[in-house]
Every structure is written in C-alpha cells, then in structure tokens.
C-alpha cells in the first residue's frame, strides 16, 4: 500500500469494524463519538492486528469494551 491511500484504508477499516460494532452489539447514539471510541481502543489494544487475523470476526474484548462503554452512556 502507497502512503498516499494508507489513511484511507485505515479510516474503512475503522469504518467497517465500527458498523459491525453496532450490529453487533448494539448501536451508539453518535457516529463521531463511537469512531473516536473505536480508534482510542485500537491503538491501546492492537485492535487492527486482531481483526486483521480474522477480519469477519470481532475481537471479544472488543464487543466487551464497547458494551461496557454504550452502557455507561457513552
């Protein structure tokens, strides 16, 4: 991948693992708050080498994190 189109791929991913969150487990009362969620989790917790290994799937402390997060009220 060129450096030019990196951000973009990163940002679809965080994008598709954000839409599988709510699905998932349910949805977030704002898109902005749940990306920013989404990428502070990810750089604490190697979030895209896990959901590179198994791309269909979410990381279970993922899916935990974040209902422990919507549940708090965000």
């Known amino acids: 991948m060129d450096k030019i189109s990196e951000p973009d791929g990163s940002v679809e991913r965080?994008?598709?693992m954000a839409?599988?969150?709510e699905a998932q487990v349910g949805p977030c009362s704002s898109t902005m708050r749940l990306f920013?969620?989404?990428?502070?989790w990810i750089e604490g917790n190697d979030g895209l080498a896990a959901m590179?290994?198994?791309p269909s799937t979410?990381?279970?402390e993922l899916r935990s994190d974040y209902a422990?997060?919507?549940k708090m009220g965000e």
């Open 14 to 16: 965080h994008q598709f």
């Open 19 to 21: 839409k599988m969150l």
């Open 36 to 40: 920013a969620w989404l990428v502070s």
């Open 52 to 54: 590179e290994r198994s």
């Open 58 to 60: 979410l990381p279970q």
């Open 68 to 70: 422990a997060w919507i």
